[in-house]
């Protein structure tokens, strides 16, 4: 039995104990277009057993649902033929996906010709819930500049006045590292170099050397998945370490900082999430998840989790009738999530307003330093529908 099964099973046990009768017989199809490969393949399989588990533990949102699920291999050429086969060949009714914003940008083409409800459960990429912003789009993470920006002021506050940034070179990191020079030369830094390598690529020594001949004082990074654990231990390899404080969106230390150990020591990022939320559906979250997949938990998880939450509670506010477009997506603009990350409504774009927090790696932690930024809206430029 998988863990979907089991949960399925014990909530359809719980189902029948409480009389409730499942409101109709064709199963409600949810397509899952994330990574099960590659880089991102962690992230998907964390993402994607949160939001079975949140479904299950909301009895589905008393419907009958099937998940159909596709590995997008974080490929954005892939993106739209994929999300078309998801809706015209399997007939999807609800699409969740995917981790990557270059690939989030092929399904939002999509659905918006389509109608399909979509909720992204990770890619930041702005356009979602910006210029493309449309009805039936909904983001249950964040956008790429909602972590980023907090960044550059914290390192200003630390007393860096000039920075170099580096990322991969796709729209997130474009997107992260520019939210960094946003707020840092707006409190009077300078960001004195802008560095990219091509995604997934991990040869990080020539761009290492450059930083160590530009001498900044510090260094903003947008890194994720097995390439943050590979950037994180070439820094401090490289002895850069010590002398040029590394900062970074926390994808950079989640979910991999026992593959960092001692290199993540120390670092500062910050992000929607962290450990040592004191707060029980955190708890509860954490301890369940655990339970159900045998991993500890991590912000693509939570994100899962969350995407499981408003999918539920948007089923039971439309009895299961997915049909009715318009109920759909009202139930889930109006939505209110008791996340672990901490209570969130949607923008009027459809983005969480969500505390960004501050974060410091320790002893295998991203423990809570402060809110970096509280209740932070992304400003959604050129949205209107
Ligand atoms: C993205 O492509 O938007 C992305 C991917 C991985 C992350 C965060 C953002 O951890």
Request: hydrophobic share 40%.
């Amino acid at each position: 039995m998988t863990i979907a099964t089991k949960l399925m099973s014990a909530a359809i046990a719980l189902a029948a104990i409480g009389g409730t009768a499942m409101a109709q017989d064709t199963p409600i199809r949810i397509g899952v277009m994330l990574p099960y490969s590659g880089t991102f393949a962690l992230l998907g399989q964390n993402i994607t057993e949160a939001m079975e588990l949140a479904m299950a533990e909301r009895n589905n949102g008393g419907c009958n649902v099937e998940y159909i699920q596709l590995d997008s291999e974080a490929d954005p050429s892939r993106g739209p033929e994929n999300a078309r086969r998801l809706i015209d060949r399997d007939l999807v009714d609800i699409l969740v996906g995917p981790v990557h914003s270059g690939v989030a940008m092929g399904m939002v083409q999509v659905v918006r010709e389509t109608g399909t409800p979509l909720i992204i459960p990770n890619a930041g990429v702005r356009q979602a819930t910006a210029e493309l912003c449309a009805p039936n789009i909904f983001r249950t993470s964040f956008s790429n500049w909602q972590p980023a920006y907090p960044s550059g002021t914290v390192a200003y506050d630390r007393g860096a006045r000039t920075a170099v940034t580096l990322s991969w070179d796709y729209g997130a990191g474009h997107q992260a590292t520019e939210a960094f020079a946003e707020s840092f030369e707006a409190a009077g830094g300078e960001v004195v170099e802008q560095l990219f390598i091509p995604f997934p690529d991990t040869n990080f020594q020539p761009l290492l050397t450059q930083i160590a001949g530009i001498q900044p004082d510090a260094v903003f990074v947008f890194f994720a998945g097995g390439g943050a654990v590979q950037f994180v231990n070439d820094y401090d390899d490289a002895g850069l370490k010590d002398t040029i404080p590394l900062y970074g969106s926390g994808f950079l230390t989640e979910g991999v900082l026992d593959a960092q150990g001692d290199a993540a020591e120390g670092l500062l990022t910050t992000l929607h999430y962290a450990d040592g939320l004191d707060n029980p559906v955190d708890a509860h979250f954490r301890e369940a998840f655990e339970a159900a997949t045998g991993r500890e938990s991590d912000v693509y998880a939570m994100q899962g989790y969350d995407t499981g939450q408003l999918i539920a509670q948007a089923l039971e506010a439309v009895s299961c009738n997915v049909g009715d477009l318009d109920a759909l997506s009202e139930a889930m603009a109006s939505a209110t999530i008791e996340s672990p990350r901490g209570t969130f409504n949607m923008s009027s774009s459809h983005n969480p307003v969500q505390d960004i927090y501050l974060r410091e790696a320790r002893d295998g932690q991203n423990v809570v330093i402060e809110i970096a930024a509280p209740a932070l809206e992304d400003p959604a430029p050129g949205c209107s529908m």
